[in-house]
T-cell receptor
């Protein structure tokens, strides 16, 4: 079974500065996807960024980028120029690729325990 | 485009009762997944429905059951409620394609079991 671990329950960053959230995962699959989701207080969970395991290039989305280290099974999220609106719970998540999908596992997401990000003005 | 909606927003039940939670998928989506998120934890996968059939299930007992309707909306039913069932229940819809498909989450239903 796959597991996802976020070792930082809380992180704090000064507005306009950069912060990195850590995530490690364990899997025996070679084909999979990794995600970072943002869950603001009392609001819907939204996808921040996605990384396909077969891609060597790290994904970027505006101020958000990842450092994907496949051999180390590490997937960190870097938020640059932090804004007050970035304050939220951030979840790292995993889903299997085609083999898992075809084995009737659908595309279930396995989440980490989350990191609460606070942004100081 | 209408997003994922869930009802009710909040619900209070007592131990032993039964509850039904509802989810309307985003327009054009044919797959619905349900997750349980206990306070301070990450969501846990309950099950997924595709074409009105269960398509993958997490480590949840049979008293957690579901339905998907022809319009792709879905229900989550929980029988014999226990105190530990208190959680935020999230529904996510997606369009099942050949491989990866992004899941879009609803706002959740907060269930409290007393």
């Amino acid at each position: 079974a796959q597991t996802v671990t976020q070792s930082q329950p809380e992180m704090s960053v000064q507005e306009a500065e950069t912060v990195t959230l850590s995530c490690t995962y364990d899997t025996s699959e070679s084909d999979y996807y990794l995600f970072w989701y943002k869950q603001p207080p009392s609001r819907q969970m939204i996808l921040v960024i996605r990384q396909e395991a077969y891609k060597q290039q790290n994904a970027t989305e505006n101020r958000f980028s990842v450092n994907f280290q496949k051999a180390a099974k590490s997937f960190s999220l870097k938020i640059s120029d932090s804004q007050l609106g970035d304050a939220a719970m951030y979840f790292c998540a995993y889903t299997g690729g085609v083999a898992s999908f075809n084995n009737n596992a659908g595309n279930m997401l396995t989440f980490g325990g989350g990191t609460r990000l606070m942004v100081k003005p | 485009e209408t997003g994922v909606t869930q009802s009710p927003t909040h619900l209070i039940k007592t131990r032993g009762q039964q509850v039904t939670l509802r989810c309307s998928s985003q327009s054009g989506h044919n797959t619905v997944s349900w997750y349980q998120q206990a306070l301070g934890q990450g969501p846990q996968f309950i099950f997924q429905y595709y074409r009105e059939e269960e398509n993958g299930r997490g480590n949840f007992p049979p008293r957690f059951s579901g339905l998907q309707f022809p319009n792709y909306s879905s229900e989550l039913n929980v029988n014999a409620l226990e105190l530990d069932d208190s959680a935020l229940y999230l529904c996510a819809s997606s369009l099942r394609l050949a491989e990866y498909n992004e899941q879009f989450f609803g706002p959740g239903t907060r269930l409290t079991v007393l």
